[in-house]
């Protein structure tokens, strides 16, 4: 029987180590993509709430900058507050993980007897995560922090 193929298999283990090193690696620049695209459109939130920030408090900007702030004072205060901002939702995004991995944990120990899975916290992974949330707050912070501080003082006291 020339054309059947043979009734066994030879597998050999670097072919299967190759297969699970690729699946990895597209594995991880999915997340890495979703990462990516997750902070773009996060720093383009922090960036359009600053900007509706600068735009409503143009007048305290003007009345702080005529009685002596210089502008770094303006773009330092903008600033910290882009960070405090992006802070604050990195700590909202990290306990919201916590949350969801305790969750499914309890779901599927609940589901499956005797698996026992324990909840596992990366400290690391959260204060690099922390990290990245200020970084993005400076960043897409700036703008909108160089802008109110080139604001004209008397400018900005007329604005209503």
């Given at each position: 029987m020339a054309g059947e193929p043979p009734p066994y298999r030879v597998q050999i283990q670097q072919e299967t180590i190759k297969a699970?090193?690729?699946?990895?690696?597209?594995?991880?620049?999915?997340?890495?993509?979703?990462?990516?695209?997750?902070?773009?459109?996060?720093?383009?939130?922090?960036m359009n709430i600053m900007l509706v920030s600068v735009t409503e408090r143009t007048r305290e900007i003007g009345i702080r900058m005529a009685v002596g702030a210089r502008p770094r004072d303006i773009l330092r205060q903008f600033l910290v507050e882009s960070v405090i901002?992006?802070?604050?939702?990195?700590?909202?995004?990290?306990?919201?993980?916590?949350?969801?991995?305790?969750?499914?944990?309890?779901?599927?120990?609940?589901?499956?007897?005797?698996?026992?899975?324990?909840?596992?916290?990366?400290?690391?992974?959260?204060?690099?995560?922390?990290?990245?949330a200020t970084a993005v707050g400076v960043f897409f912070g700036y703008y909108p922090a160089r802008r109110a501080s080139r604001l004209d003082p008397i400018e900005a006291l007329r604005y209503e």
């Open positions: 699970y090193e690729q699946s990895t690696r597209t594995m991880m620049l999915i997340l890495g993509g979703i990462g990516a695209i997750s902070l773009l459109v996060g720093g383009i939130g922090i901002l992006s802070l604050l939702v990195g700590i909202v995004g990290i306990a919201l993980g916590v949350a969801a991995s305790s969750g499914l944990t309890a779901i599927i120990n609940s589901l499956s007897s005797g698996t026992g899975w324990p909840v596992v916290i990366s400290f690391t992974a959260a204060g690099v995560a922390l990290l990245f």
